[in-house]
């Protein structure tokens, strides 16, 4: 066992602070990168070392496996190896094991591996059709009501509130979705792993025995993540102490990126109202990053919702963080890809590089980069772009289409008609979660089409799915050691060398579904996650177009404009005030439906509503005729500008965004005939 005092003289003087906490309620505000997993080891240590804790009194929790293991192996090192280190289900279920027989006389529910198989159950029974995104999206669902107390008779009134959303399904079809995976769960004698956290609060609760000997067994607690904390864990969290207040917690607010999963800050926020005589520490020393990031990350948090401890950098000065736009994402990938090169050439292990983004459908750019750079590189909480079973699916659909000769036409309105026979659409789902992921795959696909389509002599269909062959077999090289590609999400907790944040745009982040102002500073925190996981090397970049040759509209995420030139930040800011503003009116647009139709729910339209609606009626009869989707004929936003300049000739009819000239030869008589009798 490490002496006392060689445990603390080891720290700062802030982690010493934590360590030298031994007793009542401790909250540990601890910034990214200050250590926080030291402070907290060292003081169990501590406490082990001076006699104040019997190791097996002593439980400590977090949310990961990974870093339940990192705490038990630390611990082991410095003199605590009895301490229990673990996550907050593994603790339930090693209690729940034990005292559910005793209890009630019965074997434990089988604990479920996945609720897929129980919700398509649910789903087929309460007549949903209901595909592989679908489920994954109401097994999350249910997930979130569970861990957030939300009893399936409570569901359709509580969720519109907190703003829940599943691909479009009523409140109330979720809700019955629900209480028959319920029913169904208990019918087959059978667990989840949400119950694994009710049935222990529940014994807790109902057994003054089972709570006696659990509290008898751990007398003190440590928390780690406590920003993560969600209201089923708090509420096990307080049947553990049964009303003491040895706990310690340790968190950091600016790192909440889960409110969507349930998480709740507010619990570590709220910690000292609710266990007065709280001693509180911040950690501030940063030693993971050099000053320049660190001050980039401070600044971007700085007079927002979502400022924590302003960091304090320990390391030597190292590069400027850098901002750099790009005409399109195919030249940002290919930009970010020879950085990375030049980074390799002088050093850096590809393994210390990450590139970072918003969702999983970004990586397919970046993959086709370094592929094409001989980089080796991984993809970090989600398959590659080729192997993700809607991508699968919808190239093994495309390759049919060609060998069976049944591609006629433009290649763009085949790709789209295609996808479209499995769920893709021009706009995406209004809701976040599996079903945007697989839109924004296939979205992906069409953009490639968009891009072969420009490049490429041919717009064959065979030529085309014969690139999409090429792609996927040069980013399938098995790869042991290379660049990590993953989400903002993903990248929590890990550090690299050097860090690139893609994608970094507005519209994407925020993503464009964050709404309300908390929404937006979750959008924030996860930007701070990223940036905060480099150590020597930060680039933020954007894109100005989605596709090579597109509109550079485009304007940089409005996170970043107070770290921008002041030039481009007022353009920036010019922009982004335009874009959220009616252009009717000029007032401010609320909500994801008023962006998008660009004007105020109650102002009239510039354009002949009545006229659009004619013109919406003759697109769907003649999808009808041609046995295609009806944006395959035009858009609506294409119809809406007709019906606003109402052209009257076919060099008008032209010059409007979404008429090419093939659409103009097939539909261009039938719309000016239409237009002439309006």
Known sequence: MAPADDLLAALDPEQRQVAEALRGPVRVLAGAGTGKTRAITHRIAHGVATGIYQPTEVLAVTFTTRAAGEMRARLRRLGAPGVQARTFHSAALRQ???????????????????????????????????????????????????????????????????????????PEAVAQVFSAYEDGKRSQGRMDMEDVLLFTAGLLADDERVAAQVRAQYKRFVVDEFQDVSPLQSALLDLWLGGRDELCVVGDPAQTIYSFAGARADYLRDFPQK????????????????????????????????????????????????????RDEVAEAGAVADACRRLGAAGTPWSEMAVLFRINAQSEHHEEALAEHGIPYVVRGAARFFDRPEVRQAVTLLRGTARGGQATGDLLEVVRATLSGLGWSVEPPATRGQ??????????????????????????????????????????????????????HAAKGLEWDAVFVTGAQDGTLPFSHADTADEVEEERRLLYVGMTRARSHLEISWALARNPGGRPGRRPSPFLTPMLPAEEARATTVARRR???????????????????????????????????????????????????????????????????????ETALLAISGVGRTKLERYGTEVLDLLGGS
């Open 275 to 326: 266990f007065p005589g709280t001693t509180s520490v911040e950690l501030v020393r940063n030693y993971r990053s050099t000053p320049q990031v660190v001050a980039r990350a401070n600044q971007l948090l700085q007079g927002t919702a979502s400022e924590g401890v302003a960091l304090r950098a320990q390391r030597p000065a190292g590069a400027e963080v850098t901002f750099r736009s790009h």
């Open 435 to 488: 079903v945007r992921d697989r839109w924004e795959s296939w979205q992906a696909l069409v953009d490639q089409a968009v891009e072969f389509a420009a490049a490429a002599a041919t717009s064959d269909l065979g030529a085309f799915v014969d690139e999409l062959d090429r792609r996927a077999a040069e980013q399938h090289a098995p790869v042991a050691d290379g660049v990590t590609l993953a989400t903002l």
């Open 96 to 170: 729940l094991r034990f005292f559910w027989p005793h209890v009630h006389g019965t074997e434990l529910p089988t604990l479920t591996e996945s609720k897929l198989g129980l919700v398509a159950a649910a789903a087929r029974r309460c007549r949903i059709a209901a595909d592989q995104a679908l489920l994954r999206d109401l097994a999350s669902e249910v997930e979130w009501a569970k861990v957030s107390n939300v009893h399936p008779d409570d569901y359709a009134r509580v969720a519109p509130r907190r703003g829940r959303q599943v691909a479009g399904h009523e």
């Open 579 to 649: 874009a959220v503003h009616c252009r009717e009116c000029g007032k401010p647009l609320t909500g994801a439906a008023q962006k998008k139709l660009g004007r105020c729910a109650d102002c009239p339209a510039s354009y002949d509503e009545e006229l659009f609606e004619r013109l919406r009626e003759w697109r769907r009869d003649r999808a009808g005729d041609d046995e295609v989707p009806a944006y395959v004929v035009f858009t609506d936003a294409t119809l809406q500008l007709i019906a606003e300049h109402k052209p009257t000739s």
